[in-house]
């Protein structure tokens, strides 16, 4: 279905976005770490990326489990299955495509957020130096740019 006016682009968007986070939600998290005899990796190991998770970010981890913290999650964490790999993945190009809708609009702050997402979720699964990872990066940097 190809959607002409960005409005409309937004709002169906905005809706693929909530079911794929949904989707996201209803996964069981990964274990604690060190639950399965794994030790956490020195945060030197772990994404690059860093930020403080959105309010809704937070929300939803807490509805989860509150023995994992999922903005820990390390680069490729093997601990995630592979349906909860594939979620994040959908979830991300949500999030990726929501993201460039607000920005031909305008909206980089809105924009901004989502290309956190995409990229937070990305890392997680793919790591940092996956080339969907690094593109992402620069939309996130241009979207950036924009608001300067």
Same mark, same amino acid.
């Given at each position: 279905?190809?959607?002409?006016?960005?409005? /409309?682009?937004?709002?169906?968007? /905005?809706?693929?976005?909530?079911?794929? &986070?949904?989707?996201?939600?209803?996964?069981? *998290?990964? *274990? *604690?770490?060190?639950?399965? #005899? &794994?030790?956490?990796?020195?945060?030197?190991?772990?994404?690059?990326?860093?930020? /403080? *998770?959105?309010?809704?970010? &937070?929300?939803?981890? #807490?509805?989860? @489990? @509150?023995?994992?913290?999922?903005?820990?999650?390390?680069?490729?964490?093997?601990?995630? &299955?592979?349906? /909860?790999q594939n979620a994040l993945l959908v979830m991300a190009a949500a999030a990726e495509e929501l993201a460039r809708c607000y920005s031909r609009q305008g909206k980089h702050s809105g924009a901004e957020d989502l290309y956190w997402q995409a990229l937070e979720a990305r890392s997680q699964v793919l790591g940092s130096r996956h080339k969907l990872v690094v593109a992402t990066e620069e939309q996130l940097r241009d979207c950036l740019d924009k608001q300067c």
């Open positions: 279905m190809r959607l002409g006016c960005d409005s /409309q682009a937004e709002e169906h968007l /905005q809706q693929v976005l909530e079911l794929r &986070t949904a989707d996201v939600l209803a996964l069981n *998290p990964p *274990p *604690p770490i060190g639950s399965d #005899g &794994t030790a956490a990796a020195p945060a030197s190991a772990r994404g690059h990326h860093s930020r /403080q *998770p959105s309010a809704a970010a &937070t929300a939803a981890r #807490g509805l989860l @489990d @509150d023995d994992v913290d999922w903005s820990v999650l390390e680069e490729g964490d093997s601990r995630l &299955t592979a349906e /909860q």
